[in-house]
């Protein structure tokens, strides 16, 4: 049972999970699975730059949605085009969604900006201890995850930028909460 005064304090999302919810869900998922597709060539593999959309879409998204987008869309494109680390992508990637949604809808809300710079940030950490963890365990070598650690670092840190410049410049957040509501 919830106090009265629990039940003041706690945030309300309500976000509708329907057709136009599913068809944005899935858009965002096809545009993860093709930056997963291709990287930019690094020394010792590829930097890819799917975490742009997966931090766009958290900060746009429900934490289910997030989840959706960042975890199941990280883990078909690495099921159709590298499936080695695809439970380390499901994993991490969707922790990262899911914690970036949920503190950008539910902390600070009198602050949008700082609440997205903390959710960005504490997403980035998620992703690179998550991809650095998994890739000591699959590979059997914590020397292959030091020596991927700085490009996780710097495809965080595209996520961490482009991510809010694409929802604060195009007022994507603003755009997709009126498609869902069907008000588009």
């Not at 965002?28 to 766009?56: Q, R």
């Not at 934490?63 to 991490?92: E, H, K, N, Q």
């Not at 009198?110 to 710079?117: G, P």
Request: with cysteine.
């Amino acid at each position: 049972m919830i106090h009265e005064s629990t039940a003041e304090t706690m945030p309300a999302v309500h976000t509708k999970h329907n057709t136009r919810w599913l068809t944005i869900c899935g858009l965002l998922m096809a545009i993860n699975v093709g930056l997963s597709s291709f990287g930019l060539p690094v020394p010792g593999g590829h930097l890819y730059l799917n975490d742009i959309v997966i931090v766009t879409a958290a900060l746009i998204l429900d934490p289910a949605g997030a989840f959706l987008v960042g975890g199941v869309g990280a883990f078909l494109g690495d099921f159709f085009f590298y499936p080695l680390p695809m439970f380390v992508s499901l994993v991490t990637h969707g922790l990262q969604a899911m914690a970036i949604s949920y503190i950008v809808h539910n902390c600070f809300r009198e602050n949008r900006k700082i609440a997205t710079l903390i959710a960005v940030l504490v997403g980035a950490v998620i992703m690179v201890v998550g991809y650095s963890l998994g890739r000591a365990y699959i590979y059997s070598t914590p020397a292959y995850a030091w020596i991927k650690l700085p490009y996780e670092i710097l495809q965080a840190l595209f996520g961490v930028i482009c991510g809010p410049f694409l929802v604060w410049k195009w007022k994507l957040d603003e755009m997709v909460k009126k498609m869902i509501d069907g008000k588009y």
